[in-house]
């Protein structure tokens, strides 16, 4: 009897739907690190945010938590990583 429950949800998880599309995940520390780092060598404001984007971004196929923040709707990690730089190199938010 217990075969045969193990089957039915290893055959139920089996079908079950995956997303259409897994969204990349931003490391919020490394975004806010690399983007410190690039602005403290003289990286201007937009470069660094872009690169710190690529440098941070990683698939691990979770759903990110989307949140309120000022006046737009953000990934969670993307609030946490502009908190992070915010706390880390204040002086390059300019």
């Known amino acids: 009897m217990k075969t045969i429950a193990i089957a039915g949800i290893v055959l139920i998880t089996a079908f079950m739907p995956l997303?259409?599309?897994?969204?990349?995940e931003?490391?919020?520390?490394?975004?806010?690190?690399?983007f410190c780092d690039l602005r403290s060598v003289g990286v201007d404001k937009h470069?660094?945010?872009r690169e710190a984007i690529k440098r941070s971004l990683y698939d691990?196929?979770?759903?990110?938590?989307?949140?309120k923040y000022g006046n737009g709707i953000y990934t969670s990690d993307e609030v946490i990583g502009?908190?992070?730089i915010k706390k880390t190199c204040p002086q390059y938010m300019r």
């Open 19 to 24: 997303p259409a599309r897994a969204v990349p």
């Open 26 to 34: 931003l490391l919020p520390y490394l975004y806010a690190t690399t």
């Open 47 to 49: 470069t660094a945010y």
């Open 60 to 67: 691990f196929g979770n759903q990110s938590i989307m949140v």
């Open 82 to 84: 502009h908190k992070a």
